[in-house]
């Protein structure tokens, strides 16, 4: 079992750009959740996707948003980039409603330049 | 609300043991989790409480006590590999609110 995956490791992009990240949940889990982790903080929560639906929203403009596929893999894009997208993106897969244990990905390091 | 408190930094020696503390607020809450992350890691499931009392798995064990909105995870024989970061979190798997995180540092 592969885990959570998420790609790419690490990103550059200029402000005003868009991004794409990606990521595969472990086998079997049928939910992604997205986070951003500034540094030296804990992960602030984006959104979760459950039958390629999102479902609940965590204080984040429009500009997040997001897609799951039918096979529970997601991808969140950011449009319009600024400086303070700088960040570690994290994804985190799970199954069922009331589970409790999220497992994450290594994430992708976005660097808005 | 939703927040989470906790301890920015602990320092403690190998074979130690350590507590780190989290109070929370009342709202909506659901249990207690504890997760783990090393420098740019991902973080990694410890420990979770829906109900008061102590749960044990080796040497990390987690509490917590609805009546005073705290739980506590607790270190035991502390390893130079359990320097990392600390976070406790609140809500179901599908959508957690993180604290701040406790960085933990293991003297030889």
């Known amino acids: 079992d592969a885990g959570v995956t998420q790609s790419p490791t690490h990103l550059i992009k200029t402000r005003g750009q868009q991004v794409t990240l990606r990521c595969s949940p472990k086998?079997?889990?049928?939910?992604v959740s997205w986070y951003q982790q500034a540094l030296g903080q804990g992960p602030q929560f984006i959104f979760q996707y459950y039958e390629e639906e999102e479902r609940q929203r965590g204080n984040f403009p429009d500009r997040f948003s997001g897609h799951q596929f039918p096979n529970y893999s997601s991808e969140l894009n950011v449009n319009a980039l600024l400086l303070g997208d700088s960040a570690l993106y994290l994804c985190a897969s799970s199954l069922g409603r009331l589970n409790t244990e999220a497992f994450f990905g290594q994430g992708t390091r976005l660097t808005v330049v | 609300g939703q927040s989470l408190e906790q301890p920015s930094e602990v320092t403690a020696v190998e074979g130690a043991i350590v507590q780190i503390n989290c109070t929370y607020q009342?709202?909506?809450?659901?249990?207690l989790s504890w997760y783990q992350q090393h420098d740019g890691g991902a973080p990694t499931f410890l420990s979770y409480?829906?109900?008061?009392g102590l749960e044990e798995t080796g040497r990390f064990s987690s509490f917590l006590s609805r009546s005073d909105s705290y739980g506590y995870l607790l270190l035991q024989e502390l390893q130079m590999k359990d320097s990392a970061s600390y976070f406790c979190s609140r809500g179901t798997a599908r959508q957690l609110t993180f604290g701040s995180g406790t960085q933990l540092t293991v003297l030889p």
């Open positions: 086998s079997g889990h049928d939910t």
């Open positions: 009342t709202s909506g809450f659901y249990g």
């Open positions: 409480n829906g109900l008061d």
